[in-house]
C-alpha cells in the first residue's frame, strides 16, 4: 500500500480510518490432541511504517478523536474480506476481536456488504473479554446475542488476567475459554489454580471449550494439557502472518455450546424485570421489609465472602433506602467484588466509592422492586420482590417476593437487570484499551 507515512495520504488517524487502511493478520488455533490447525485468530495492524502501525497506538488515537467505534468495525470487516478472499475453510473458525460498545454505533454502510457475506460463508467466534461488561453490560448482552443470532460463536479472552473474568463469565456463556497466557507461566500460584478450577467447572457444566493462550514451548504444551486446553494459541504454533495461500484442509469444527441467553437482542424497553422472570417459574410468597432485610443482607454478604468473589446486582427502589450504611457496607465489598451494582429512583452514578450506580425513572417498574442477585463462578442466588404499596412504617410495608438458587434462572433475572445499567461513558468513566494485539 504505497504512502504509509506521515508525509503520505495517511497525515492524520481521520485519513487512516478513512481510508479503512487496516491490514489484519492471522495466527493459528491448534487442536492439542492431533496438531491440527482449526482456525486463526485475526489480528489487526494500521499502515506500515506509519505511527498508527501498533494496534494499542491505532485505536488510542481513533479514541481520542471519538471514532473508536468506527475502528472497531473496520478491523473486523477487513478480517472477513482476508478470509473471504483466501477462501477460509467453512471448516475453520475465525477468531476476531469486538469490543460490545460498537454495537451501539452499528456496521458503517460500506462495511454492511462484506458483513452479510461473513455472516452467509465464514464461521466465526467473537472474542470479548470480561473488561465489557463494566463498561456497557447492556451492549456486551446485546453484541453477545446478535452473533449467535447469525450462527456465530463468542469467547471469553484473557480469563485470569482479571479476577473479574471469572464472575462474568456466566454472563457472557461463552463457547470458548480463552487462558491468559500468565497462567502458562505460573502453573504453581495458588489463583492460577484457582482460575483452572472455576473455568472446567464452567467447561463442564456448559460443554464449553479451553483454549490456552501463549504457548510458546513443550513446557507450556505440557501446563496447557494439565489445565484441560483442547485447542492452543501462541508462537509454538506460528507467529501472526497473512492467511497461507494455498487454503488448509477440512478439519473437526470447532463445537459451539447451545446459547444461554435468546437470540435476538433485547433492549431495556423490552426486557423483563427479575421479579417477573423469577415469579413466573417459582411460587410467591408475602412478607413484610423487615423479615425480608436478613435474607437480603445475607445474599449482599455474599460479595465478601471467599476467594471466588461473585457479582452483586442489587435494586433499592429509592434512593433514600441506599442508607449510609449500606454505602459504607458495598463500599468495603466493591474492594474486592468484581462488580457491584445498584439501582434506585435519583441514584447518582457512583453512590458510593466502587459502585456502580443507575438512576432510574420515577415510573421505571424497576422502581416498584427490590432486587437482591448473586452470581459468582460456583454460587448463585436471588431475592427477587415487589412492592404491594402500602402505606404506614416503612419496615412494616408488604412484599410479594421469591428466592432462589436455580442457577439458570438466576442468570436470567441478572441478565435481564444489566440492561438497566448505564454505560461508562455516559458517566464519565474512562474507556479501557481494546484488545487488538
Known amino acids: 500500500m504505497p504512502g504509509t507515512l506521515r508525509d503520505g495520504p495517511y497525515v492524520d488517524i481521520h485519513a487512516v480510518l478513512d481510508a479503512r487502511a487496516v491490514t489484519p493478520v492471522f495466527q493459528p488455533l491448534v487442536r492439542i490432541e492431533t496438531g491440527e490447525i482449526i482456525g486463526y485468530e485475526a489480528l489487526a495492524r494500521g499502515p506500515v511504517g506509519s505511527p498508527w502501525e501498533s494496534p494499542a497506538t491505532l485505536f488510542a488515537a481513533a479514541r481520542q478523536v471519538g471514532r473508536d467505534a468506527?475502528?472497531?468495525?473496520?478491523?473486523?470487516?477487513?478480517?472477513?474480506?482476508?478470509?473471504?478472499?483466501?477462501r477460509l475453510d467453512p471448516s475453520l473458525t475465525l477468531f476476531v476481536n469486538m469490543e460490545p460498545a460498537a454495537w451501539r454505533a452499528g456496521c458503517p454502510a460500506d462495511l454492511l456488504p462484506v458483513l452479510a457475506e461473513a455472516q452467509q460463508r465464514l464461521r466465526v467466534v467473537t472474542e470479548m473479554t470480561e473488561r465489557a461488561i463494566a463498561a456497557d453490560p447492556a451492549a456486551l448482552l446485546a453484541a453477545t446475542a446478535s452473533c449467535r443470532a447469525s450462527g456465530w460463536g463468542v469467547a471469553l479472552d484473557d480469563?485470569?488476567?482479571?479476577?473479574m473474568s471469572l464472575a462474568l463469565m456466566p454472563f457472557v456463556h461463552p463457547d470458548v475459554v480463552k487462558l491468559d497466557m500468565q497462567l502458562l507461566r505460573r502453573p504453581k500460584d495458588p489463583y492460577t489454580a484457582q482460575v483452572v478450577g472455576a473455568v472446567l467447572a464452567y467447561a463442564e457444566r456448559t460443554g464449553a471449550t479451553i483454549l490456552a493462550e501463549g504457548i510458546e514451548t513443550e513446557q507450556h504444551l505440557a501446563v496447557a494439557r494439565s489445565m484441560g486446553a483442547v485447542f492452543g494459541q501462541g508462537w509454538f504454533y506460528g507467529r501472526p502472518a497473512p492467511l497461507p495461500a494455498e487454503p488448509d484442509a477440512t478439519c473437526r469444527p470447532l463445537r459451539l455450546v447451545e446459547a444461554a441467553d435468546a437470540v435476538a437482542p433485547i433492549t431495556r424497553r423490552d426486557a423483563a424485570?427479575?421479579?417477573e422472570i423469577v415469579s413466573a417459574c417459582r411460587p410467591v410468597d408475602r412478607t413484610t421489609k423487615e423479615l425480608l432485610m436478613p435474607i437480603s443482607r445475607y445474599l449482599e454478604a455474599k460479595a465478601d465472602e471467599g476467594h471466588e468473589r461473585p457479582v452483586l446486582l442489587a435494586c433499592f427502589q429509592e434512593?433514600?433506602?441506599?442508607?449510609?450504611?449500606?454505602?459504607r457496607r458495598f463500599s468495603q465489598m466493591a474492594a474486592h467484588a468484581p462488580f457491584i451494582a445498584a439501582l434506585a429512583v435519583n441514584l447518582p452514578a457512583e453512590p458510593a466509592p466502587g459502585i456502580r450506580g443507575t438512576m432510574l425513572a420515577a415510573d421505571d417498574p424497576l422502581r416498584g422492586e427490590w432486587n437482591v442477585i448473586v452470581v459468582g463462578p460456583h454460587y448463585a442466588a436471588a431475592l427477587v420482590a415487589r412492592d404491594l404499596g402500602d402505606d404506614g412504617p416503612d419496615r412494616q410495608r408488604?412484599?410479594?417476593?421469591?428466592?432462589?438458587h436455580d442457577r439458570p434462572l438466576v442468570l436470567k433475572a441478572a441478565r435481564s437487570l444489566l440492561h438497566w445499567l448505564t454505560p461508562a461513558a455516559q458517566m464519565g468513566i474512562g474507556a479501557v484499551v481494546p484488545q487488538a494485539a
Open 70 to 86: 468506527e475502528l472497531d468495525w473496520v478491523c473486523r470487516a477487513q478480517a472477513y474480506r482476508a478470509a473471504l478472499e483466501a
Open 398 to 404: 408488604r412484599f410479594d417476593y421469591v428466592i432462589t
Open 159 to 163: 480469563v485470569g488476567a482479571d479476577p
Open 273 to 275: 424485570t427479575p421479579f
Open 319 to 327: 434512593e433514600r433506602h441506599f442508607t449510609p450504611t449500606t454505602a
